[in-house]
C-alpha cells in the first residue's frame, strides 16, 4: 500500500497570544519557548482527537509524527530553538507509543517533506505556522489545483488541521481544511486561501 495522509498541524499556544501566562516546561518551570497553560490544553485535545479514535475517519491515527527539532533554531531570524511543536505533539506521541522524529529544524522543510513524501500511512507533521506556509507547501509541490490551500496562517489560530491524501506516489494531492473545535474559542472560518 503507498496511499498517505499528511496532517499538518500548528504547534500549541505560546506567550505574548491571546493566552495569558508564561511558557511552561513540562516540568512546569517559566520558559519563554515553551507553551502556555492553554497551548498544553491543546497538545492534550491533539493526543485525544489523534489519539483515542474520537475524530473519526478525518482523523485518523498517525504511524509516524514529526516535529521540529527543539534543539536547533532553524535560520538567522531565529533567536533560540522553539520547544512548542516537540512539546504540542508529545501527549499523542506518548498515548502512541511513538517516539517523534525530530531531525529536522525549523528551515529545513524541504528535506523533511522530500522524506514524508517517500513514506505511506498516516503521518502527522507539527511546526511554526510561518513556516508551514512558506516552505513546507511549496516543497509539497502542490500546484495551483487545489482549491483553498491557504497562502497566509493566523498568528492567532491553533486549531486548524491541513490534510492532504495522495493515492500513490506522483499522484495528485487532495486537500482538506479541518477544524475539529477541540476547545472554547476555536472557529471553523478558514484560513486564508
Not at 60 to 84: F, H, K, L, T, W
Request: glycine residues 12%.
Amino acid at each position: 500500500m503507498s496511499a498517505l495522509t499528511l496532517m499538518i498541524i500548528r504547534h500549541g499556544e505560546k506567550p505574548g497570544g491571546a493566552w495569558p501566562g508564561p511558557g511552561l516546561t513540562p516540568a512546569g518551570v517559566p520558559d519563554p519557548n515553551s507553551l502556555v497553560v492553554r497551548g498544553w490544553q491543546r497538545a492534550g485535545s491533539w493526543a485525544a482527537l489523534f489519539g483515542a479514535g474520537l475524530g473519526g475517519g478525518d482523523y485518523p491515527s498517525p504511524a509516524v509524527i514529526y516535529a521540529a527539532n527543539p534543539a536547533q533554531a532553524g535560520g538567522p531570524a531565529d533567536s533560540e530553538p522553539s520547544q512548542r511543536p516537540f512539546e504540542t505533539i508529545t501527549p499523542l506521541a506518548d498515548r502512541l507509543s511513538l517516539v517523534p522524529v525530530t531531525k529536522y529544524p525549523t528551515g529545513a522543510e524541504t528535506a523533511l517533506v522530500a522524506e514524508i513524501t517517500g513514506l505511506s500511512g498516516t503521518v502527522l507533521v507539527c511546526w511554526e505556522h510561518k513556516r508551514i506556509i512558506s516552505g513546507i507547501l511549496p516543497a509539497l509541490q502542490l500546484g495551483t489545483d487545489l482549491p483553498g490551500l491557504p497562502i497566509k496562517w493566523d498568528g492567532q489560530r491553533f486549531d486548524v488541521v491541513l490534510r492532504f491524501d495522495r493515492a500513490t506516489p506522483g499522484a495528485a494531492w487532495a486537500f482538506r481544511e479541518l477544524f475539529p473545535r477541540l476547545l472554547s474559542g476555536d472557529s471553523d472560518v478558514p484560513l486564508k486561501g
